[in-house]
């Protein structure tokens, strides 16, 4: 692959945290994974800010019990956004790891990043931030200072440009983040950066429950999904952006939550379809991020019932709401190996894939067997599509010279 990252310099790894570095696994696919993560380094928003508010910018500093953690406005954040443990032995892994050390450079360094999506047979990724941003500016949107937060978020915005986006323009899909809180100020730094190349923004799943307006306070929310309309910038929505499932006392929130992804995912994308924007907008584009896919075609028949047996939702729009949701919204997923044999119900131009890279979930630095595993029956022109080709076209990002598989194998 170009641009690769080998030769980025290597840290040592505790033997007793980390398995043995991996090999490089063969390609049979060529994959664009829609949802990695990063974890911001120390040194993200060092000389970033405007130098009357340089003191009060976001740092890393150690807690009483020797973790690394980021604080701001009077708040400490956990490192990462939810575990950042590829290659960690399974059995020292912990919701957070506690120092960068405990960390693979993949997770902080775009070199080693690189590295590793080259491992994994990643041609290109799309990377959310971790906490310090609360996955799609929460945190800076909610600062106490209106000028320190619309300071700090344009701020990570710089840093993801020029250290990950313009480092590795093939491999990186740029993402970016935009304030919540101000509408006017948020959809002008969606046009600044759509027009330095960034392709998607992060927005949160669910804005009411994080303190913000919901989606459907249109004089709110228009003036940002209208800049994203005007620059083909897409929206991404990410799972657990606006919290986690709500557990019940007693419950275990980790297990309980992680399993019922889909059904946040499922609420989220519920509500930025009735909230009419892509209706508003037409050439609008929302992805929906780390849900997986098991749920659309449910939503799909549910949207189709309402309509034609309740009388629900069409005369408002003169469009079907399930013929929107068919049109404006892309969905991605790990592997699924149930639900896709239900692509076609989905449309098979609207999947996407994501390694999750490194949080548990992800399949570093095995998804080239994952998806052997899970998709090896389903014709290479429908591999390529949902492996790389759609989000290729959805993010405007380019693809090898050679896309796989080939049509004479797998």
Not at 79 to 85: D, E, I, K, P, T
Not at 93 to 121: H, I, K, T, W
Not at 195 to 216: D, K, M, N, Q
Not at 339 to 358: A, C, K
Request: aromatic residues 10%; proline residues 9%.
């Amino acid at each position: 692959m170009p641009e690769s990252g080998r030769g980025a310099a290597t840290a040592t790894l505790d033997p007793d945290l980390f398995l043995p570095e991996p090999a490089a696994r063969p390609v049979r696919y060529t994959i664009i994974s829609v949802d990695d993560h990063l974890c911001e380094p120390r040194h993200t928003f060092e000389g970033r800010l405007p130098a009357a508010l340089a003191e009060r910018a976001p740092r890393v500093v150690v807690d009483d019990a020797g973790h690394e953690v980021w604080e701001f406005d009077g708040q400490r954040f956990s490192q990462v956004g939810m575990n950042a443990v590829a290659g960690r032995r399974p059995e020292t892994v912990r919701l957070e790891p506690f120092r960068f050390d405990q960390m693979r450079p993949g997770c902080y360094d775009p070199a080693a990043r690189v590295s590793d999506m080259d491992l994994n047979g990643v041609w290109a990724a799309v990377n959310f931030p971790s906490m310090i941003t609360g996955f799609a500016g929460r945190v800076f949107s909610a600062c106490s200072d209106h000028a320190l937060g619309v300071a700090t978020m344009r701020a990570w915005n710089d840093w993801f440009h020029e250290e990950w986006a313009t480092a590795y323009p093939q491999r990186f899909i740029p993402l970016g983040i935009t304030h919540l809180a101000d509408p006017q100020a948020g959809a002008a730094e969606i046009r600044r950066n759509a027009a330095r190349g960034f392709r998607t923004v992060s927005l949160p799943e669910r804005p009411h429950l994080i303190g913000f307006p919901a989606l459907f306070d249109t004089e709110h929310w228009d003036p940002i999904i209208r800049a994203c309309a005007d620059t083909d910038t897409v929206i991404s929505v990410h799972v657990g952006s606006s919290g986690g499932y709500p557990s019940p006392p007693g419950a275990p929130a980790l297990q309980l939550g992680a399993t019922l992804f889909g059904q946040l995912s499922l609420a989220a994308c519920a509500e930025w379809l009735w909230s009419g924007v892509a209706v508003r907008y037409p050439t609008l584009r929302i992805a929906m991020s780390e849900g997986g896919i098991g749920w659309v075609p449910m939503l799909l028949d549910r949207l189709d019932n309402i309509v034609d047996r309740s009388g629900y939702g069409i005369s408002e729009w003169g469009i079907r709401p399930a013929d929107v949701l068919a049109r404006n919204f892309w969905f991605c997923t790990i592997d699924d190996p149930s639900t896709i044999d239900l692509r076609h119900r989905i449309g098979v131009e609207r999947i996407m894939l994501e390694t999750d890279y490194p949080h548990g979930d992800g399949t570093w630095p095995d998804t080239q067997s994952v998806i052997a595993a899970a998709w090896g029956h389903i014709p290479p022109r429908e591999l390529r599509r949902m492996c790389s080709e759609n989000a290729a076209e959805l993010f405007r990002h380019p693809l090898p010279d050679v896309v796989l598989p080939l049509d004479d194998g797998r």
